[in-house]
């Protein structure tokens, strides 16, 4: 094909390519042109620069339309056969993003208009170079278990029931080319947040883009009523993100129309945000925020500070097979009485229930014979009657003389009970693992539990602690009161300190480990 050299100045560009592209306006229902806003610039400009590429984004900001202009650009440059694939989470999805692609080549102009050599409900080829777009539906009939390609666009990931699988085949189709992924939030824990966070560290080799919603500059009022007044919140959040007053009376209309949650769900302004629950995520996610992460390594034992021989402590065990399943672990917590600081985890995939109650003696033993309660459910019956055997005492028993068991009555409770210490911001420091841990506790169907692909049980070894706890609080007062002020009294004495009695402090040992 014979271009003219303005036409070939035009193609060695892709953003003056793009540019000339047409697209269905979504709002108004008509074609128009491709101009492109901000956030679209951005991602242009990364994508030309970056091979691993995963965008976090508000609704509506017009990233899956860039991408496949850039796909489009790139198989319409081929020289050869190359293969560029969009994956969507839906048909319908996957359908009006081949949409778009047809748009683009039926309203190029004349001079543009290169031959094609297939056109179908998925698939555009052009007939001299054999490059061609593609569309797949993750999870479809026909799937993506054996195709080679130059470069994918995972589209909405997060909303893939697939994930994994899918990833897992795309890297392997790929190779050295360019994946490109982007989706809104959904919840986290699954292996988009996984990326996305990673990415944040600098520690996966991907390059994050992160757009929050008020880059685009359509979020925001074309016209202020002359009775509004930001509230001292909105002043709040106009500071930290550096919002105009039309960006902040627009946002005030869509939490009215969409309530808080959905808002920071579909138009997140952090990244931290933009995972955080709200109705999602059980715990709340500023609490969690302000527990200090602690790099206690990856061993079974993570001792926080050591056993106080004055210290009354309570002590919680979730049993799991130890089998080595990725999404099965035992795990022992102790927690301080007087404190409500854990001090202690034990986590394990590989420790058989038989090996676990021995674990459990010695732990025991170590934490001054503190009351033990255990998950009865499953393996967890085994345990307990081992350490009856072993002459463990101040097992856990209910009213009715039975050991605990999760059930549809007690779950709530024993959630509960941890949430209620989250949330009020009694613990202040956390193994980083046991923190991401919680974090990925979100409701499903209304019930607290971890989300896909993601575990529970130090959450619950934990829960257990505080449910005990709360049947317990007049059992360990006078004796933590006592042991304390005797420690308080020498520690003043050999410091002459002033400070406050440390049953009113909040906080404990920040550091160390086993």
């Not at 308080?488 to 300190?497: E, L, N």
Request: with cysteine; charged share 25%.
């Amino acid at each position: 094909m014979t271009m003219s050299p303005e036409v070939e100045e035009l193609l060695k560009d892709p953003e003056k390519f793009i540019s000339r592209l047409t697209i269905m306006h979504k709002q108004r229902q008509r074609l128009s042109k491709f101009d492109l806003n901000t956030p679209q610039k951005i991602l242009l400009e990364t994508l030309r620069n970056h091979n691993r590429v995963i965008i976090l984004k508000a609704r509506q900001m017009g990233i899956s339309t860039l991408t496949r202009g850039w796909h489009f650009w790139q198989a319409y440059m081929a020289d050869q056969p190359r293969q560029y694939a969009v994956i969507s989470h839906t048909r319908d999805s996957a359908e009006e993003l081949h949409r778009m692609e047809k748009t683009f080549y039926e309203n190029l102009p004349e001079a543009l208009r290169r031959p094609l050599e297939r056109s179908s409900a998925k698939t555009l080829k052009f007939k001299d170079s054999g490059a061609a777009v593609r569309t797949y539906t993750a999870g479809g009939k026909g799937g993506t278990r054996s195709f080679a390609m130059n470069s994918v666009h995972l589209s909405e990931f997060a909303f893939y029931e697939n994930q994994e699988e899918v990833m897992a085949t795309v890297l392997a189709a790929v190779g050295d080319g360019q994946i490109i992924i982007e989706s809104t939030p959904n919840a986290p824990g699954d292996k988009f947040h996984d990326l996305v966070m990673g990415a944040h560290k600098n520690e996966n080799g991907w390059k994050l883009v992160f757009f929050p919603w008020y880059i685009h500059k359509h979020y925001q009022a074309e016209e202020l009523p002359g009775w509004y007044i930001p509230t001292q919140v909105e002043k709040m959040v106009q500071e930290q993100h550096q919002l105009t007053v039309e960006q902040l009376f627009w946002r005030r209309q869509q939490l009215k129309t969409l309530g808080q949650d959905k808002f920071i769900r579909e138009y997140p302004a952090s990244i931290e945000e933009a995972f955080r629950s709200s109705g999602v995520q059980f715990f709340d996610s500023e609490a969690l925020d302000e527990i200090e992460p602690l790099n206690m390594g990856s061993h079974e034992h993570r001792q926080y500070c050591p056993p106080d021989p004055g210290e009354a402590y309570v002590l919680g065990v979730d049993v799991g097979s130890g089998l080595g399943k990725k999404t099965d672990f035992s795990a022992i917590t102790v927690v301080s009485a007087s404190t409500r600081q854990p001090v202690y985890h034990f986590i394990s995939n590989t420790t058989p229930p038989s090996k676990l109650a021995e674990k459990i003696v010695d732990i025991w033993k170590r934490y001054n014979e503190p009351k033990v309660i255990v998950e009865s459910n499953g393996n967890g019956m085994w345990v307990i009657h081992r350490l009856k055997e072993l002459k463990v005492r101040n097992l856990y028993k209910d009213k009715n003389g039975k050991p605990f068991r999760t059930s549809v009555g007690t779950r709530p409770l024993m959630f509960q009970a941890i949430k209620d210490v989250v949330d009020s911001g009694v613990i202040t420091a956390l193994d980083q693992h046991v923190l991401e841990e919680l974090k990925t506790i979100v409701y499903i169907k209304d019930k607290p539990q971890a989300a896909k692909r993601k575990n529970d049980d130090v959450t619950i070894s934990m829960a257990l602690c505080y449910y005990l706890l709360e049947k317990m609080p007049l059992v360990v007062s006078h004796s933590v009161k006592r042991a304390m002020m005797e420690r308080h009294i020498a520690a003043m004495r050999a410091k002459k300190s002033t400070r406050t009695l440390p049953w009113n402090v909040r906080g404990g040992n920040k550091t160390g480990s086993y």
